[in-house]
Nanobody, 115 residues
Framework: QVQLVESGGGLVQAGGSLRLSCTASGSRFSLNAVGWYRQAPGKQRDLVAAITRGGITNYADSVKGRFTISRDNAENTVYLQMNSLKPEDTAVYYC?????????WGKGTLVTVAS
């Protein structure tokens, strides 16, 4: 059974940085495009960034220039480096396949940005 585990969230001041990690067990994660999604309280879950198996990336306009997605296929891990964080980045962050989330959602990791 595939299990997605997100980690690296926490409380940070505006302007700070965090690095999120996503690992997948029981799946050939390296064969898929992977995305980081986020869900703020009372809002829908949206795609923030995605990366293809070959390393091509795309970002939501709201995070362009601040977030960087990367992957280590050998380690079956995808990362999200988040810089210049803003209070509006506060959300639970999840990873899954892209463009269609095919795997069961993990618990996510909470990012809280204080102003």
């Amino acid at each position: 059974q595939v299990q997605l585990v997100e980690s690296g969230g926490g409380l940070v001041q505006a302007g700070g940085s965090l690095r999120l990690s996503c690992t997948a067990s029981g799946s050939r994660f390296s064969l898929n495009a992977v995305g980081w999604y986020r869900q703020a309280p009372g809002k829908q879950r949206d795609l923030v960034a995605a990366i293809t198996r070959g390393g091509i990336t795309n970002y939501a306009d709201s995070v362009k220039g601040r977030f960087t997605i990367s992957r280590d296929n050998a380690e079956n891990t995808v990362y999200l480096q988040m810089n210049s964080l803003k209070p509006e980045d506060t959300a639970v962050y999840y990873c899954n396949t892209d463009p269609i989330p095919l795997l069961g959602w993990g618990k996510g990791t909470l990012v809280t940005v204080a102003s």
